[in-house]
T-cell receptor, first 113, second 111 residues
Framework: DAGVIQSPRHEVTEMGQEVTLRCKPI?????LFWYRQTMMRGLELLIY????????DSGMPEDRFSAKMPNASFSTLKIQPSEPRDSAVYFC???????????FGSGTRLTVV | EDQVTQSPEALRLQEGESSSLNCSYT??????LFWYRQDPGKGPEFLFT???AGEEKEKERLKATLTKKESFLHITAPKPEDSATYLC????????????FGGGTRLMVKP
């Protein structure tokens, strides 16, 4: 079991550029979550999917953020255009409702300059 | 409004000095309370789930307990490798499969 895999681990981009973060959940997990972590606000849920369908996107901060899950093994979080205040660590997590808790990936540290 | 508050924000202990971390919550319809450990540069790692008041769970030097208003994570005779940020999160009855996290407690154990 390779766990939840996120890429890239680090991303530095200029303001105004498009950024795409990627996630591969654990096989068999039918829930996928995108969280953002900052010192000021802690861990915030952005959006989550169940069986590839978005269930709750109320945490997506603005229209600049979008997320997709085209199949059970892949999800993307896109920011366009990026702004310096988007700098944070973005985590993907997956969950099997029959089990306890989420399994988190190692995160993508995004820096927008 | 549902709230999850962790205290203290940071805690320094000497190796072997036992202590407790607190997670208080004001929510309606608690389905479960989770504890996670997060090391620098890594994602949170699942530790425990507690479902009902009075429940306790243990793992090595850690013991988690739950009341109707709060949860404690007791650390007995900590070692430097226990240094990490500890996060609690609540799963609510009306919140699908979402977890709402507290701000975390940063624990530093000095040898």
């Amino acid at each position: 079991d390779a766990g939840v895999i996120q890429s890239p681990r680090h991303e530095v981009t200029e303001m105004g550029q498009e950024v795409t973060l990627r996630c591969k959940p654990i096989s068999g997990h039918d829930y996928l979550f995108w969280y953002r972590q900052t010192m000021m606000r802690g861990l915030e849920l952005l959006i989550y999917f169940n069986n590839n369908v978005p269930i709750d996107d109320s945490g997506m901060p603005e229209d600049r953020f979008s997320a997709k899950m085209p199949n059970a093994s892949f999800s993307t979080l896109k920011i366009q255009p990026s702004e310096p205040r988007d700098s944070a660590v973005y985590f993907c997590a997956s969950n099997n409702p029959a089990g306890d808790g989420y399994t988190f990936g190692s995160g993508t540290r995004l820096t927008v300059v | 409004e549902d709230q999850v508050t962790q205290s203290p924000e940071a805690l320094r202990l000497q190796e072997g000095e036992s202590s407790s971390l607190n997670c208080s919550y004001t929510v309606s319809g608690l389905r479960g309370l989770f504890w996670y450990r997060q090391d620098p540069g890594k994602g949170p790692e699942f530790l425990f789930t507690l479902y009902s008041a009075g429940e306790e769970k243990e793992k090595e030097r850690l013991k988690a307990t739950l009341t109707k208003k709060e949860s404690f994570l007791h650390i007995t005779a900590p070692k430097p490798e226990d240094s990490a940020t500890y996060l609690c999160a609540v799963h609510l009855n009306n919140a699908g499969n979402m977890l709402t996290f507290g701000g975390g407690t940063r624990l530093m154990v000095k040898p």
